[in-house]
């Protein structure tokens, strides 16, 4: 069955340091999207990514973040300053048309 | 505002014994609605997913999940729970008929006892 890979799968950064999370999306998913687990509380939504650019964003999703898809294979989230807050477990997800995701494994941010 | 609700937050049962985990959406319309299932320390797996028709869904593992839009509710349930169900379940939703978010339920972390 098809996956989403997401590497690495824990991460430790500093404070102020810049991080790359990356995502391999099923190959013929057209739809991208990012979220975050802070530990202990809810799933919520980053950001949607079609057609090569941002479809929606959230309020989380600020200017110390951004999202790339680099080589028609890769699908990133860089965040530029990280926050002690910015620790989470980060997921990606694809779809094929934009209904029905399938998540990665995720990334585990530990910024200290 | 659109939500989704789950109102247990920790929900113990006996290996056997039969589940139910309860969802409530809050939206203009009937939205597309999910339940997903997170292991400790892993990704968010689909169990199932509503977008119209039946209203009795049969996902993976033994659970299904009936849509009410009188009550505006999409209850997981399973029959006979096994010890690996114990897990998060995550109820969430996509307001119909756009390529949008998933807005996600705060969750319910299912205990099972032998």
């Known amino acids: 069955e098809p996956e989403v890979t997401q590497t690495p799968s824990h991460q430790v950064t500093q404070m102020g340091q810049e991080v790359i999370l990356r995502c391999v999306p099923i190959?013929?998913?057209?739809?991208f999207y990012w979220y975050r687990q802070i530990l202990g509380q809810k799933v919520e939504f980053l950001v949607s990514?079609?057609?090569?650019?941002?479809?929606?964003k959230s309020e989380i999703f600020d200017d110390q973040f951004s999202v790339e898809r680099p080589d028609g294979s890769n699908f990133t989230l860089k965040i530029r300053s990280t926050k002690l807050e910015d620790s989470a477990m980060y997921f990606c997800?694809?779809?094929?048309?934009?209904?029905?995701?399938?998540f990665g494994s995720g990334t585990r941010l530990t910024v200290v | 505002a659109q939500s989704v609700t789950q109102p247990d937050i920790h929900i113990t049962v006996s290996e056997g014994a039969s589940l139910e985990l309860r969802c409530n959406y809050s939206y203009g319309a009937t939205p597309y609605l999910f339940w997903y299932v997170q292991s400790p320390g892993q990704g968010l797996q689909l169990l199932l997913k509503y977008f119209s028709g039946d209203t009795l869904v049969q996902g993976i593992k033994g659970f299904e999940a009936e849509f009410k839009r009188s009550q505006s509710s999409f209850n997981l349930r399973k029959p006979s729970v096994h010890w690996s169900d114990a897990a998060e379940y995550f109820c969430a939703a996509i307001l119909t008929g756009t390529a949008s978010k998933l807005t996600f339920g705060t969750g319910t972390r299912l205990q099972v006892t032998l």
């Open positions: 190959s013929n998913h057209l739809y």
């Open positions: 997800a694809s779809s094929e048309t934009g209904l029905g995701y399938t």
């Open positions: 990514f079609y057609n090569n650019e941002i479809s929606e």
